[in-house]
């Protein structure tokens, strides 16, 4: 049992680690993801009960960093999605390892 604590815990060391900085990119798309419920069934003794649980719209928007040579998606919001487009650059913050 310790190990496995011991295990969990340098896991999140290690996440932890790398330093955030923030980086210019490129918008290579952007997309929304429409309003959705999902529900999760609860068994209170006999009794199934389904707990609907809302996710709002999402506005997201792919960046590339070429010398980090990877793509970021990034949840913004509605004025910022609007006022982005496709080829613009723009500065986000990333965890460089």
Same mark, same amino acid.
């Given at each position: 049992?310790?190990?496995?604590?011991?295990?969990?815990?340098?896991?999140?060391?290690?996440?932890?680690?790398?330093?955030?900085?923030?980086?210019?990119?490129?918008?290579?798309?952007?997309?929304?993801?429409?309003?959705?419920?999902?529900?999760?069934?609860?068994? #209170?003794? $006999?009794?199934?009960?389904?707990?609907? @649980?809302?996710?709002?719209? /999402?506005?997201?928007?792919?960046?590339? &960093?070429?010398?980090? #040579?990877? $793509?970021?998606?990034?949840?913004?919001? @509605?004025?910022?999605?609007? /006022?982005?487009?496709?080829?613009?650059? &723009?500065?986000?913050?990333?965890?460089?390892?």
């Amino acid at each position: 049992m310790k190990a496995k604590v011991l295990l969990f815990a340098m896991l999140l060391i290690f996440a932890a680690c790398g330093k955030k900085t923030n980086v210019k990119g490129v918008v290579v798309s952007k997309h929304i993801n429409p309003p959705h419920t999902i529900y999760q069934s609860i068994y #209170n003794g $006999k009794v199934m009960m389904m707990i609907p @649980y809302t996710h709002p719209e /999402e506005h997201i928007i792919v960046v590339e &960093v070429d010398w980090l #040579n990877e $793509k970021f998606e990034r949840n913004v919001g @509605y004025d910022l999605y609007n /006022e982005v487009s496709v080829g613009d650059s &723009v500065m986000i913050e990333v965890r460089i390892k």
